[in-house]
């Protein structure tokens, strides 16, 4: 197949996803990648796997200081209508060039990327999610305001302008594709809430090789977790956790995160103090640093909201440790309860209990490691993953 391959992501789980499967179908098809100057082309560059790189400039509007802060929603939305253009300008060239298919991945501005509203050609959109920001009531915004600035800026017709546009495109690019692929059950459901569409649910998977054990060093008896600083992370939740066992036993808390908001990290920092948690965040870590800190850690804890899959526990896994993670989300799909880790709700005290209890039971943490690497062995290659993601490219070309 001649295959057009749409993304504009920045670096993190999406971008890995999408390096790994091009990886793959490089070997038997040919790949064309159009991307934006805004995505990251050096965090898992694809151009080893592709044909040809087509890069399209994109530029923000400027946005304003205060006093004139409250005019950045309109420029939020000129951006939306400047990349409506640009789309259309993308679609026609892919068009012009004859690919069998087109595989389009998301974009960091518009989420669903606005290219689909305007292809010819067939198109698979996998949506790892739906953008949460239009769609669900926020957990926590550290960068909130409260007071009669948060009253305004429910009143403001600039933000609700915003909002209304980028609801509007995002449904209408969603729902354009011929085929919308999920990483999930929970984001098949969300999908078909949303968009009153049937997706197909197409499985992700791990490096086995790159995600192994091996015999790392640790500084002390800690625990890990990994994901953008940001609140829905649930990274609050850990340390409120960590904070129920008991303090001779507590496990300082290892963060890695790809990119940081800078109030939470701040919050997430005096919230440890508080509680006595011992708390270390690093940034912007290759893929062979966190191999290494996988294999450091003395297991893995979880508890992002609602997270659409998350690759952090088969990382994980494949590296040969247990995770202990909340019972909600995609992690219900990957974390065997009781056999690879525990699965907990959304309970703190109960969480600290399932920390603690792995903690002295390094027999039973051992146990559930072993059948970790063996679970995610038999299921979650990216070679099954690929083989799926395949199957689906030609049943929409023939």
């Excluded at 951006?79 to 998301?106: S, T």
């Excluded at 008896?221 to 649930?234: D, F, N, R």
């Excluded at 640093?289 to 997270?307: D, G, M, S, W």
Aim: with cysteine.
């Amino acid at each position: 197949m001649k295959i057009a391959v749409y993304h504009d992501l920045p670096s993190g789980g999406a971008k890995r996803t999408l390096y790994e499967s091009m990886k793959r179908l490089s070997q038997r098809h040919t790949l064309d990648v159009y991307t934006l100057d805004t995505a990251d082309r050096d965090f898992c560059d694809l151009r080893p796997y592709s044909n040809a790189e087509y890069v399209f400039h994109f530029s923000p509007f400027k946005r304003f200081h205060s006093p004139l802060g409250r005019l950045n929603q309109l420029q939020r939305w000129r951006d939306l209508q400047k990349l409506d253009q640009l789309a259309r300008r993308i679609a026609g060239e892919i068009d012009d060039r004859e690919y069998d298919i087109v595989f389009a991945q998301p974009c960091m501005w518009t989420q669903a990327p606005l290219v689909l509203r305007y292809l010819r050609t067939p198109t698979l959109y996998y949506c790892h999610e739906p953008p949460r920001h239009l769609y669900e009531n926020q957990y926590r915004d550290s960068n909130a305001k409260s007071g009669w600035r948060g009253a305004l800026d429910s009143a403001d017709p600039l933000i609700r302008l915003y909002r209304t546009t980028a609801q509007r495109l995002d449904r209408l690019a969603v729902q354009a594709a011929k085929s919308v692929l999920v990483n999930s059950t929970f984001i098949h459901d969300r999908v078909k809430q949303i968009y009153g569409i049937d997706s197909i649910i197409c499985y992700l998977g791990v490096d086995t090789d790159l995600y192994s054990p091996n015999a790392a060093d640790a500084a002390e008896q800690h625990v890990l977790s990994v994901g953008a600083i940001q609140p829905h992370k649930g990274f609050d939740f850990l340390i409120e956790s960590l904070g129920y066992v008991d303090p001779a036993a507590r496990p300082a808390l290892y963060l890695i995160g790809n990119m940081e908001n800078a109030a939470e990290k701040n919050l997430l920092q005096a919230l440890a103090r508080e509680k006595g948690v011992n708390l270390r965040i690093e940034v912007g870590v290759d893929q062979a640093t966190l191999v290494q800190r996988y294999n450091a850690a003395t297991f893995i804890v979880y508890a992002p909201y609602n997270e659409p899959f998350g690759l952090v526990p088969l990382e994980a896994m494949a590296c040969g440790k247990p995770v202990v993670g909340v019972n909600e989300g995609g992690v219900k799909e990957t974390v065997l309860n009781h056999v690879t880790g525990v699965l907990v709700e959304r309970h703190a005290e109960s969480f600290g209990r399932a920390v603690q209890r792995l903690l002295e039971d390094s027999t039973l943490a051992g146990q559930y490691g072993k059948n970790a690497r063996k679970h995610v062995l038999e299921k979650w290659s990216w070679e099954k993953s690929v083989e799926q993601l395949e199957n689906h490219m030609l049943y929409h070309v023939h």
